[in-house]
């Protein structure tokens, strides 16, 4: 079967543009994570769905920031006038109920110049 | 808050030999899971093996093992045969056990150690 699939791969964006990033679960699984991971460190968590529901933003780091997951399956990231300091990859991943194994996608590569 | 510390920003291995990366970790909870993962250069990130904190027996994957010590909050990983294939960022990673009947994963991971294994 198909694993996590992200799109766009790279994304170049002009500091103030909105972007908009697109994760795509494993067919049935329940949770889904949004991560941040700045060149050489490690991810750090955004927020978290199960199905549609977002049970956790804790992780967002302005009100810039807004995820959703309106069927409880593809999931989207969203980004308003973006800063350089938003330039990092943003990884997602998906698991079933009990989410003891993390399936990650390859993530987005975000460039804000 | 859970805190994860790796403090080996890079480490280096000869193809075949055995190779330890440390991974140390704070938390007051009593159950939790502790995760390795591997991150390939520009290619997605791995699970490479994964022990929950209340079996006393170290987890094993083939040549991947841990060394879990709970007392002392420390969780290394013991690559043994190293292969050229083994090149990537390794990750520490912590979770949270379930919270009553919602499950939840967020996991909170270290700084990352590249290990490069030379031929």
């Known amino acids: 079967g198909a694993g996590v699939s992200q799109s766009p791969r790279y994304k170049v964006a002009k500091r103030g543009q909105d972007v908009a990033l697109r994760c795509d679960p494993i067919s049935g699984h329940v949770s889904l994570f949004w991560y941040q991971q700045a060149l050489g460190q490690g991810p750090e968590f955004l927020t978290y769905f199960q199905n549609e529901a977002q049970l956790d933003k804790s992780g967002l780091p302005s009100d810039r920031f807004f995820a959703e997951r309106p069927e409880g399956s593809v999931s989207t990231l969203k980004i308003q006038r973006t800063q350089q300091e938003d330039s990092a990859v943003y990884l997602c991943a998906s698991s079933p109920l009990r989410p003891e194994t993390q399936y990650f996608g390859p993530g987005t590569r975000l460039l804000v110049l | 808050a859970q805190t994860v510390t790796q403090s080996q920003p890079e480490m280096s291995v000869q193809e075949a030999e055995t190779v330890t990366l440390s991974c140390t970790y704070d938390?007051?909870?009593?159950?939790?899971?502790l995760f390795w993962y591997k991150q390939p250069p520009s290619r997605q990130m791995i699970l490479v093996i994964r022990q929950e904190a209340y079996k006393q027996q170290n987890a094993t994957e083939n040549r991947f093992s841990v060394n879990f010590q709970k007392a002392a909050k420390s969780f290394s990983l013991k690559i043994s045969d190293s292969q050229l294939g083994d090149t990537a960022m390794y990750f520490c990673?912590?979770?949270?056990?379930?919270?009553?009947?919602?499950?939840?994963?967020?996991?909170?991971f270290g700084q990352g150690t590249i290990l490069t294994v030379h031929p």
């Open positions: 990673a912590f979770m949270k056990p379930h919270a009553g009947g919602t499950s939840y994963g967020k996991l909170t």
């Open positions: 938390t007051s909870e009593s159950n939790y899971y």
